[in-house]
């Protein structure tokens, strides 16, 4: 039976070449997969997701007013898709989440999403919240803190300094974001040095 995973992390913790790996294997058996990614996030351009160790992925694009089931079925009359993989889902609306979990109850589909949990305030994005109230399963892909311990906060840095405040939303990288331990968000550290 079909399920629809929430996999979390923070920045930098290999969950979009987990994605690209996923998608791989799929197709590797002959299997076709539907990749999907927030339009709002095109950083490396429209319709591509790219992980930190430069492996490069086509994706269809989520649009706020996408209507992600519809797009299934569109691929779909193409031929079977066995599996649908979103990238940076903490992007998506509620209704695209609403519209995920009609894939797998419906279709028999696995849907497996990838994204952060929290944003920088320490925040829940509308699509993480709503993969935690949908998801049949949701994992946790762990990654470090300078220091050493599991990173589980997201720290936006403007100009080399931490930043609690500001829009949500603002696409980037490691350019701007860093991955810390609890401790190390509430006080404010980096690193080592700062």
């Known amino acids: 039976m079909a399920q629809l995973y929430f ?26 997969v539907l990749v999907l990614t927030p339009a709002i996030d095109d950083r490396y351009g429209v319709g591509k997701i790219v992980s930190r160790i430069g492996v490069t992925r086509d994706a269809e694009l989520i649009k706020d007013n996408t209507n992600i089931l519809e797009l299934f079925l569109d691929e779909g009359r193409k031929g079977r898709i066995d599996c649908v993989l979103v990238d940076e889902c903490q992007f998506l609306k509620r209704h695209h989440i609403e519209e995920l979990a009609e894939i797998v109850d419906s279709f028999d589909t696995p849907v497996l999403a990838y994204g952060l949990k929290n ?9 993480s919240y709503y993969m935690l109230v949908y998801a049949d399963k949701i994992e946790e892909i762990k990654t470090i803190c300078w220091c050493g311990r599991k990173a589980t906060m997201v720290a936006r840095v403007v100009e ?23 401790k190390h968000y509430n006080d404010g550290r980096l690193s080592e040095d700062k």
């Open 7 to 32: 996999r979390y992390s923070t920045m930098n913790a290999g969950k979009t070449i987990e994605l690209i790996k996923v998608a791989y294997n799929y197709e590797e058996r002959g299997k076709k």
């Open 119 to 127: 944003d920088f305030r320490n925040e829940l994005f509308e699509g």
């Open 160 to 182: 080399g300094k931490f930043v609690k405040t500001g829009e949500q939303i603002q696409i980037g990288g490691n350019d701007m974001y860093v991955s810390l331990c609890r």
